[in-house]
């Protein structure tokens, strides 16, 4: 099955149907010979068979048709319908009917048929509606481009606001960890400057420590030395002092040998310590 479109007729085509057999040619022409396409088209279904098809690659070679060839009526009665089949609108409900009426030429034949040339009325209408849809093919392509350019504009939005809320975001978290950090450095800043200033409090405090602990280690010093020194003169006095006993018990000792000799024994008076003390130190001083 091929189409052909038809030389010098707008929207109108012609279809080649190879068939296999003549039986299913005959039945095939005698079913859909003189039927209409639609119940609101006067146009019917033409079958006519063929000898030979040629096919070229332009039409300047194609061969001329034979004199025997004609046109195809356009006209139903030249076809036998013996019927004209035209479209009124209906005043009831403004739809296209169709006006049922017998052609007033129908005796005529076809050479004086002055029927309505129904070819050039569908090639109106075929004009007209493929104008309204190259119109609406137009306005829904328009559409679909202004849509197209909506969305596209809204994803674009979305795309800005999105990147948009996420610097803020960003810049947020970025301001907020830098005020942390901020505050974290001025509190360490704060302990360093604490930690210095006790630092050099405890530095002074130990210089001065160490000042007090010489001091007390040098009054410890002269303390221990003045006890020693004291110490030795307490000894030096005591070691004199057992002398003078030993040299006065000595003497005592001889003394009464003597006078037990010569005379009589008298009792000796008593003297106090510290005179007996400094006698000692006036006869150490004197010897």
């Given at each position: 099955?091929?189409?052909?479109?038809?030389?010098?007729?707008?929207?109108?085509?012609?279809?080649?149907?190879?068939?296999?057999?003549?039986?299913?040619?005959?039945?095939?022409?005698?079913?859909?010979?003189?039927?209409?396409?639609?119940?609101?088209?006067?146009?019917?279904?033409?079958?006519?068979?063929?000898?030979?098809?040629?096919?070229?690659g332009s039409i300047e070679h194609a061969q001329p048709?034979?004199?025997?060839?004609?046109?195809?009526?356009?006209?139903?009665?030249?076809?036998?319908?013996?019927?004209?089949?035209?479209?009124?609108?209906?005043?009831?409900?403004?739809?296209?009917?169709?006006?049922?009426?017998?052609?007033?030429?129908?005796?005529?034949?076809?050479?004086?048929?002055?029927?309505?040339?129904?070819?050039?009325?569908?090639?109106?209408?075929?004009?007209?509606?493929?104008?309204?849809?190259?119109?609406?093919?137009?306005?829904?392509?328009?559409?679909?481009?202004?849509?197209?350019?909506?969305?596209?504009?809204?994803?674009?939005?979305?795309?800005?606001?999105?990147?948009?809320?996420?610097?803020?975001?960003?810049?947020?978290?970025?301001?907020?960890?830098?005020?942390?950090?901020?505050?974290?450095?001025?509190?360490?800043?704060?302990?360093?400057?604490?930690?210095?200033?006790?630092?050099?409090?405890?530095?002074?405090?130990?210089?001065?420590?160490?000042?007090?602990?010489?001091?007390?280690?040098?009054?410890?010093?002269?303390?221990?030395?003045?006890?020693?020194?004291?110490?030795?003169?307490l000894e030096e006095q005591l070691r004199d002092l057992?002398?003078?006993?030993?040299?006065?018990?000595?003497?005592?000792?001889?003394?009464?040998?003597?006078?037990?000799?010569?005379?009589?024994?008298?009792?000796?008076?008593?003297?106090?310590?510290?005179?007996?003390?400094?006698?000692?130190?006036?006869?150490r001083r004197r010897t």
């Amino acid at each position: 099955m091929r189409i052909v479109r038809n030389d010098g007729m707008d929207d109108r085509y012609s279809i080649l149907i190879r068939l296999d057999s003549q039986d299913s040619t005959d039945n095939f022409y005698k079913h859909f010979y003189g039927s209409r396409f639609s119940s609101l088209e006067a146009e019917v279904c033409r079958v006519l068979f063929t000898v030979d098809v040629q096919y070229t690659g332009s039409i300047e070679h194609a061969q001329p048709s034979p004199a025997s060839s004609a046109e195809q009526p356009t006209c139903p009665v030249c076809l036998g319908n013996n019927y004209v089949h035209r479209l009124i609108q209906s005043k009831t409900d403004g739809k296209l009917v169709e006006l049922n009426s017998q052609c007033l030429h129908a005796n005529d034949g076809c050479g004086s048929c002055d029927c309505v040339d129904y070819g050039f009325s569908e090639a109106l209408l075929n004009s007209r509606v493929e104008a309204i849809v190259n119109e609406y093919n137009e306005l829904l392509t328009t559409q679909l481009e202004n849509q197209k350019s909506y969305f596209e504009s809204l994803l674009q939005e979305v795309k800005e606001e999105t990147e948009k809320e996420i610097s803020v975001a960003v810049e947020k978290a970025v301001t907020l960890k830098l005020q942390k950090m901020q505050t974290k450095m001025d509190r360490c800043l704060k302990e360093k400057n604490i930690l210095d200033d006790l630092n050099e409090n405890l530095l002074k405090n130990q210089e001065i420590w160490k000042e007090k602990i010489t001091q007390i280690e040098d009054r410890e010093k002269k303390a221990l030395k003045l006890k020693d020194d004291k110490i030795r003169d307490l000894e030096e006095q005591l070691r004199d002092l057992m002398v003078y006993l030993e040299a006065g018990k000595t003497m005592e000792q001889l003394s009464m040998s003597d006078e037990i000799k010569d005379g009589t024994l008298l009792p000796k008076p008593m003297e106090s310590p510290s005179k007996s003390v400094s006698n000692g130190n006036n006869n150490r001083r004197r010897t």
